[in-house]
């Protein structure tokens, strides 16, 4: 099992830039796939982006794309997401999650195949 806790999150103007961390639990981070995601009031859970164990591969949302950069640091037990170029619709609850399915042979972009959450961080960013 794996507790996570985000951090990071803030007000931000557009424009501008964030950067998300997600600190895990626990000695076998490097077993798990991590994912961030986001929540805006009013919407569903949407996928932001994802990383492999080793950090070799990553997917992003077309929304963020180009924008957006998730990392991770193993020694560290750390996953980041740094976010650049913000704008209002970019404003939403990111959460943090870890896929436990070491057998998986993509990185997902799916909610319901992450295993463990943090409680999220607000990231408001304003016009």
């Known amino acids: 099992q794996v507790h996570l806790v985000e951090s990071g999150g803030g007000l931000v103007q557009a424009g501008g830039s964030l950067r998300l961390s997600c600190a895990a639990s626990?000695?076998?981070?490097?077993?798990?796939?991590m994912g961030w995601f986001r929540q805006a009031p009013g919407k569903e859970r949407e996928f932001v982006a994802s990383?492999?164990?080793?950090?070799?591969?990553?997917s992003y949302a077309d929304s963020v794309k180009g924008r957006y950069t998730i990392s991770r640091d193993n020694a560290k037990n750390t996953v980041y997401l740094q976010m650049n170029s913000l704008n209002p619709e970019d404003t939403a609850v990111y959460y943090c999650?870890?896929?436990?399915?070491?057998?998986?042979?993509?990185?997902?972009?799916?909610?319901?195949?992450?295993?463990?959450w943090g409680q999220g961080t607000q990231v408001t960013v304003s016009s």
């Open positions: 626990g000695r076998t981070f490097s077993s798990y796939a």
């Open positions: 990383i492999s164990r080793s950090g070799g591969s990553t």
């Open positions: 999650a870890a896929d436990a399915n070491y057998y998986r042979a993509y990185v997902s972009r799916f909610a319901d195949e992450y295993d463990y």
